[in-house]
């Protein structure tokens, strides 16, 4: 059973920064996208970055890049998202995702991953 479980949230004031991480367990997908996803109350559910297997191609949102890094550790089964310079418009629950093929299949769009962890809320203030 595959199962995908973030941390790393919380509450953090403007210009503040926050690690989430995302450990991915019980898939065997051996080229994989892994992703990270965040829904505001009230919006659609929207991506945030996106990593391919190896770590080597890495997509991000317009709204993030420059402020966001995404980054994995396969032998931890863990994804990382690196948040700088958070704005209080970051405020949403955060999710972790995996699709088993490549992430320009998938990628932005949300429908392709088939696993989905419990999400993590962040939320910044002004």
């Known amino acids: 059973q595959v199962q995908l479980v973030e941390s790393g949230g919380g509450s953090v004031q403007a210009g503040g920064s926050l690690r989430l991480s995302c450990v991915g367990l019980g898939y065997t997908y051996i080229t994989n996208c892994m992703a990270w996803f965040r829904q505001a109350p009230g919006k659609e559910r929207e991506g945030v970055a996106a990593?391919?297997?190896?770590?080597?191609?890495?997509y991000y949102a317009d709204s993030v890049k420059g402020r966001f890094t995404i980054s994995r550790d396969n032998a931890k089964n863990t994804v990382y998202l690196q948040m700088n310079s958070l704005k209080p418009e970051d405020t949403a629950v955060y999710y972790c995702?995996?699709?088993?093929?490549?992430?320009?299949?998938?990628?932005?769009?949300?429908?392709?991953?088939?696993?989905w962890g419990q999400g993590t809320q962040v939320t910044v203030s002004s």
């Open positions: 995702a995996v699709y088993g093929g490549y992430c320009s299949s998938a990628w932005p769009g949300r429908t392709k991953f088939g696993y």
């Open positions: 990593i391919s297997t190896g770590g080597g191609l890495t």
